[in-house]
């Protein structure tokens, strides 16, 4: 009964396999193998332009250094107050942007509109006593599970443009919202506004790769000293490339989302049902936002379930009243329908 | 004929095998899985002592997270001059500590001695106008393939002390220098006075894993911090922590190292016959070092030898002279003997 | 009629007297000069306690440094977000301390209190993922004009030292706290627990320099260091020295605040007078935040008074509504009563 | 005797006058006032072009800031190795840059050429591995008091340009270099292809000002948010404006340099004369680097004369033999005859 992260799950085989059969005689170092220019020729195909792409080992390196390239250390970069560049990577995009600053934006659900980014703009009429606006970054889907719809993609990338502001999109969980809009890559993205991008592959099966995704691609000159300079640049660069080959052929990663958001609406329709459970938020990717009864919730985790409480304050007003708590449990390509109905008959049972 | 760099090899067998053992289930993320556990604590018998570990993917991102914790912002940490903490990280030390400085040190063979530390302290005279000098960093094996013996190293650790520096090892090559000098890791490392060493495996026969080791664990105070900070820390961390695991178990490591360096001796024994061929360095690691006329280098490059050519003034006087080249060969441990036998074939064949 | 700032006043004559008598022959550079060493032991004797201060030219310098020395590059530092700190100093903070975020807290009046500071905490639970809380920042007086007590400073300092966070006090315009408060200059800092303050000068009369004051003097190593290489070592350092000893001398400090303060006071009374005009907050300080019919506000500006207008979300429920605007009109010992009765005048003329 | 730095000179009474002369009334703050933009009119008027100047407090402020703006925390400056910018200010140019590293190239007297550049270069092979070279930074009047002439610096110009570097030039006593070169300041400068200069006046008669000056205006994009984030914009900026004004005005900076410059060749010839003593490089602006016997130094520091002893390695072979030391005596504006009489009665005393 695993649904702690989508960071616990191992491998999907396909990529596994494809790196043991990357694993024969020598290959070019430092990115220069056939593997990772193949990955690169695929991810093109997928979004239907032409890119300049990175493959990083970590998603908090994609998101940074990606940032990196669309603000100086005298700017900010605008994004909700809760996302993960925020909150979850200990500094990592101040860092890699040698001090750009983060300004928080509100919004329900971990999403930001236009309405809100305005507002958050409001204040920079200080000139140079205040780092100036870049860039925007949003997370799709986003830390509370839900995704942004290509019309609000790209309503914000419009309101970029029109303020000299570039778009991030912290994709870590991009194919789940993408097979959740139906829409294609390209519309989701670049069509709509999006500069850059971070791809990724490790939530959705990989061991351990993320692309770094350049739309503009005069974004991405000298990006690859960027890259070295954070230690991010793998010698052994074909095994990331494997990777991402992998995760990208016949439309492997496309099938592991659907199945994560598939498990995710079956455990969400299972809990509530349950007698005292309630959704937080819609289920729109892989990720169930429920809140609990305090008596269920630890009644769940000694029966063995892993999954986390969260801060009920980010719901908003419908948020866990007293005697209750917000919980989020994420699926993943690897989560099997037993392990759902399992959890579902200790919480019927205990809500009994 | 594949002697570029000890990168481009392939991931040993066990290693690989590893990975797909580990592949089964969940795990927690973020290197809290039962892998790296056990890896730490292998570590912790092949040093012999106590250690704090953190595991990365890359050297680069060991060696400059290793000196953040040695070096402040207004410190600096010296090495010699063609470390490659200093001319092939792309700043990644200056980035990760905050913004030491390096101070370059001479020596003959890429190596400091007691002698080269203490001129290059000598200019430090002038208080808060210029960096302090907070650390020393050698390379085991150098980057022109020589060792330090265990008496050199404790030489320096006892230097270090007396200056109130802190010693870090850049063991990149470390096992190769290790089989090499027949010592035991500890008399190498933290008996000789090492406080942190960068332990590598990816060059001798990982996929891509690298430990920070510290001895003295206080050091290790809020590292994870720092990891994290640099989008260092691996979700899927199991497979960091297998990699390791199978490096060190039944000590395929030093077998590795120990194959590479003969074959690195077969390869310089055969070169040494070859007429207008000398050694420009002994061998002592797995890398050659030998200055060939240009024209047999022309010729071995266009029959598909794969190795690079090396800035002559690095070896001092004994280097090349006109209508030489200095190269540098390396071997890993799956270099064939056939791949040395053919590329000296080769040899013969043009010298003739 | 002169409102814009207390930085667009002149220097107190006896300051720049005290420049000119400086002015004479050779004197040590870069600090070690006997006005600096005078300036500090009459710090000393202000604060009835052992310091360690530094000179610096900048308001944002001394903050930025102040911080550098308690919060690391993995830290975050606590303050207000409508601190000058996080909203006027273009990120400097960041900078200076290698990274540090500075996590926003709420507050009325631009004041945290132990309730908000409590609440600002409560999500780091997540450990390396966030950057680890490490210091509090208080402006006395804040932002807003409002001044902290010497009890609400002590329950701010007891919290700081219960949760293992340093405190620190931004003084820009610390004179015209401590006057309005009544307390002694122990009293309200180190006493209270502030570790290191930034005490202001440049605002009450000087031409441009500030203390960074250690009252926890361990905190001070290195920190020249830090000075240094933020290029904030003046040369000719008893030009620093003199000023601030001119500024000390004679309790200068404490008469020129009164004297700002007074004329806050004679302002904002007659303000209140004004038909359609209110304060929005009361005068504690040398700033006045009223607000002005839209139309008046004009009026006003047109007829040559500087002042400007604020963000009057900042305020609260007591802001401004349709047809109203928020704004600071700031005092300094330089200002003259005839320019507060002429724009008394002005105002109850257009009101009227 | 005071001939340890023209950094313990006292402010040119002019300047101090002017000072004063500014102090009435209220301006606009953070450089906004008529004082700095006159000042900047008169730098155009001395550099016969178009600029965009910025004043700051300090020498390192002015270098650090200045190399922000030509190279990217991925790029390398390459300077002497003695410059003050690599020895003599903490870290500060990789601070404000973010990041760039400085390469050090060899050269007499602390001067750079285009063959010693060329050799700098020559390692930047490894794409990026290293850090890019992006700009070249020279001191004039160099470290050792030695200057390049138009030629020289035209020389390293057209090696910049075609190598696609930026060209510095670290002016902290550029009037004495100037008035030995008997140039102009536009031919020394921007026609020889300097990009931006830090233009010095603080050694030369002033309090604490320093101008940053861009010939290539399009390199001062957004630089006031630069100045800002390192806490160098002044509040009451009117004060660094009216202390350049003061020093350009009538030419008071070119008549102080040429005064503090014949007081070293007075100096230098007087020393020359003595027995045991000889200069070690030529007299060609205001510092004199001489060779004294140990002995009679000892006896000229015990008499009073302030002066300092310098690394003797840095003359190259025709440094201090046993027995002797370097030394370096500077000479200001300031400096009396008489002072110099005294200095050299005293080691005439001595030698005999």
Redesign the interface.
């Known amino acids: 009964m695993?649904f702690?992260?989508d960071?616990?799950?191992?491998?999907h085989?396909a990529i596994?396999a494809a790196?043991?059969a990357a694993?024969?005689?020598?290959?070019?170092?430092?990115g220069a193998d056939d593997w990772t220019r193949r990955a690169m020729a695929r991810l093109e195909e997928v979004f239907e332009t032409r890119i300049r792409g990175f493959l990083?080992?970590?998603?908090?390196?994609?998101n940074?250094?990606a940032l990196s390239a669309i603000a100086?250390?005298?700017g900010t970069v605008l994004c909700h107050g809760e996302a993960h560049i925020n909150?979850?990577?200990?500094?990592?995009p101040?860092?890699?942007t040698?001090?750009?600053?983060l300004t928080?934006v509100e919004g329900t659900g971990c999403k930001v509109d236009v309405d809100t980014l305005d507002g958050a703009l409001?204040?920079f009429v200080?000139?140079?006593?205040?780092?100036?606006p870049q860039a925007v970054s949003i997370t799709q889907a986003t830390e509370l599970g839900m995704i942004y719809e290509v019309e609000e993609v790209a309503a914000i990338g419009a309101f970029c443009r029109a303020r000299g502001l570039r778009l991030h999109m912290d994709g870590a969980r991009f194919a789940n919202a993408l097979v959740s809009t139906g829409a294609s890559a390209a519309d989701l993205t670049w069509k709509a506004g999006v500069d850059v991008m971070s791809f990724g592959a490790?939530?959705n099966g990989a061991?351990?790769v993320e692309a770094v995704v350049f739309f503009d691609t005069a974004l991405a000159e000298?990006f690859?000293?960027?890259?070295?300079?954070?230690?991010?640049?793998?010698?052994?660069g074909r095994?990331l490339g494997a990777q991402m080959l992998a995760y990208l052929e016949g439309d492997l990663w496309l099938a592991n989302a659907r199945r994560a958001n598939a498990m995710a609406h079956r455990l969400a329709g299972g809990l509530e049902a349950v007698a005292g459970v309630r959704l937080a938020l819609p289920v729109q990717a892989n990720e169930v936002f429920a809140i609990f009864p305090v008596r269920l919730h630890g009644r769940l985790q000694a029966s063995g379930a892993?999954y986390y409480d969260w801060?009920g304050e980010r719901i908003g007003d419908d948020g866990p009243r007293a005697g209750e708590v917000l919980v989020r449990l994420v699926t993943s390509f690897?989560t099997r329908p037993e392990e759902i109905d399992n959890l579902l008959a200790h919480a019927r049972a205990e809500a009994a």
């Open positions: 695993e702690a992260s960071n616990t799950a191992m491998v085989p596994l790196l043991s694993n024969a005689g020598t290959a070019a170092s430092y990083v080992g970590t998603g908090t390196a994609a940074a250094l100086s250390p005298v909150t979850d990577e200990c500094g990592a101040e860092l890699l040698g001090g750009a600053k928080p409001r204040p200080r000139g140079f006593h205040q780092q100036a490790t939530k061991m351990g000298a690859e000293y960027r890259v070295k300079r954070s230690g991010h640049v793998v010698s052994k095994f892993h801060p690897a």
